[in-house]
């Protein structure tokens, strides 16, 4: 098993925060199955089961994936979807609607970042909506930055 380490959140709730190698398909099959609701961001994740299946197949097979667990339930996700010829990835995170709020998201971005760097990325992007500010707040406190905007949503980058 991938090493986990416990995280204690603001509401004194015990997780275990890790890479999602072993098993990380069927685990988040079954987060994103359960997750509410869907879509929240930018399509993702995909309502349709069959797309769904597909979308986490890939996740599962083809990225950086870290998570957060109490017992055998994933409850949050992050991933960093790499293009090896560019040595970048881009940046996506999930936690269930129930554990937000409490820190999760920090801790997932700050390993997916981690684990990024030491698969040789130079540097990880993402897109978020303008007014998602507390999401913003946490990319930001990892250092990631503001390259570009529209009305609806922001890019932002980080430098590993």
């Not at 990380?24 to 399509?43: C, N, V, W």
């Not at 090896?84 to 990835?89: F, I, K, S």
């Not at 540097?123 to 905007?149: H, P, Q």
Request: aromatic content about 10%; charged content about 25%.
């Amino acid at each position: 098993m991938t090493q986990r380490f416990e995280f204690v959140d603001a509401k004194g709730q015990s997780y275990l925060i890790g890479e999602a190698v072993e098993n990380a398909h069927s685990d988040l099959t079954r987060m994103y199955e359960t997750f509410r609701p869907k879509p929240i961001a930018q399509g993702l994740p995909p309502a349709d089961e069959e797309i769904r299946r597909l979308w986490v197949h890939k996740l599962a097979y083809s990225s950086i994936n870290v998570g957060a667990w109490i017992g055998d339930d994933m409850v949050g996700h992050a991933a960093v979807i790499t293009d090896a010829n560019q040595l970048d990835g881009e940046y996506i995170i999930f936690v269930l609607t129930e554990y937000r709020n409490r820190g999760l998201g920090s801790k997932l971005t700050e390993l997916a970042t981690l684990k990024g760097r030491e698969a040789g990325l130079k540097s990880m992007w993402l897109t978020v909506e303008s007014y998602n500010f507390r999401a913003i707040r946490v990319y930001k406190k990892v250092g990631f930055g503001f390259c570009d905007e529209d009305d609806s949503e922001r890019t932002m980058l980080l430098s590993l």
